[in-house]
């Protein structure tokens, strides 16, 4: 039970992006904020993640954002360490350079309007405000829904709506979407969330039958509505709950 505990505070790292790069001298002299920020960088070249401009797109959009701001005040301590970090009910908020690479494959226009579901601390959600156009995003746990809400408000986000919910049905008043982001491990894609993308879409997903069997996948829609998938390395997110699973409606 203990190990399980423990895994559970863990989940939502990228466990084959090529080993954590070694601590910089830089890490030392910078301010934690940028220093985080680094690592992140180092961890893109050493996974070899194509450095193009979305990369640097998210690392930008990352920068402007403080994650203190998204943790709970017992973790504001951990906040700029690049592992995921417990935000309560049992969810995590996932470490940056997994948000960084899942945002750099949404490959997001500022013209976009994307969909993400699991809120939890409205981290993600944030980093995805800072480049497209509108963000709706969907939270099954009510009282994190709640606070990711009102900490997005607080920030003065105006572009993102957070909705409590079974994200298994997507957002329909919003659909089509350009991008979809899921942010918890789904034993299959949920039919909704493929029909709510757009022809020219992206979807980022982690699928698999379990913690320890994941993998997060790029999915594309072509504009001739042709859907193909991409395995992009083995994660291990909190899970997707509800509906997929068989699980009654909260
Ligand atoms: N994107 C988040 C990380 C979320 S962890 C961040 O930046 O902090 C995954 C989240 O997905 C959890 O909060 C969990 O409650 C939520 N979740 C799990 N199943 C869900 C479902 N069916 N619909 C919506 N949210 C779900």
Redesign the pocket.
């Known amino acids: 039970m203990k190990a399980f505990r423990w895994m559970g505070g863990l989940?939502?790292a990228i466990v084959l992006f090529g080993a954590l790069a070694a601590a910089s001298n830089a890490e030392t002299s910078q301010d934690p904020r940028a220093a985080m920020m680094h690592k992140v960088e180092l961890r893109g070249k050493s996974g070899r993640i194509k450095q193009d401009r979305y990369w640097h797109d998210a690392l930008a959009a990352m920068t402007k954002l403080d994650r203190a701001d998204?943790v709970p005040s017992d973790q504001r301590i951990s906040a700029y360490r690049d592992t995921?970090l417990p935000?309560g009910?049992?969810?995590?908020?996932?470490d940056p350079f997994v948000?960084a690479v899942m945002t750099s494959l949404l490959r997001i226009e500022k013209s976009d309007r994307i969909l993400?579901?699991?809120?939890?601390?409205?981290?993600?959600?944030?980093?995805l405000a800072g480049l497209a156009l509108d963000v709706r995003?969907?939270?099954?746990?009510e009282p994190?829904a709640q606070r990711?809400s009102e900490t997005l408000a607080r920030l003065c986000f105006d572009n993102v709506t957070v909705r409590a919910?079974?994200?298994?049905d997507g957002w329909p008043d919003g659909a089509p979407y350009d991008a979809i982001?899921?942010?918890?491990g789904?034993p299959r894609i949920p039919q909704p969330l493929l029909d709510q993308l757009k022809p020219g879409g992206r979807m980022v997903i982690p699928v698999g039958k379990g913690f320890w069997d994941e993998q997060l996948f790029l999915v594309t829609k072509s504009r001739k509505n042709k859907v193909t998938q991409k395995s992009i390395g083995p994660v291990m997110?909190?899970?997707?709950?509800?509906?997929?699973r068989g699980q009654p409606q909260r």
């Open positions: 989940a939502a998204f995921p935000i009910f049992e969810q995590t908020i996932s948000v993400e579901i699991g809120t939890g601390s409205g981290y993600q959600a944030a980093v995003t969907v939270e099954i746990v994190l990711a919910g079974d994200g298994y982001i899921v942010t918890a789904t997110f909190v899970d997707f709950t509800g509906k997929v």
